[in-house]
């Protein structure tokens, strides 16, 4: 693994950490706002999470594997 691999791979999960809690943090927001549409708001923060982690693998995997 080469240097630049390594710190690519590392930006790419910590991009992908602050994504997810700030979407986390938000939809605890929303919930604490309007807790009658907690189904709702589930559903979209754990879809939106979904979509950032695979973004954040994909960018992971291609820092390591890039020459």
């Known amino acids: 693994m ?7 791979a590392g930006l790419a999960v ?3 950490g602050l994504g ?9 927001e ?9 189904g709702k708001i589930q ?6 999470a979904a979509l950032v982690e695979g973004v954040a693998f994909f960018g992971a995997t291609m820092a390591l594997i890039g020459k």
């Open 20 to 28: 997810i809690g700030m979407i986390g943090g938000r939809a605890v």
């Open 14 to 16: 910590i991009g992908a």
């Open 30 to 38: 929303a919930i604490a706002r309007q807790p009658e549409a907690y």
């Open 2 to 8: 080469t240097g630049l691999g390594a710190v690519g």
């Open 43 to 48: 559903t979209a923060m754990i879809i939106t």
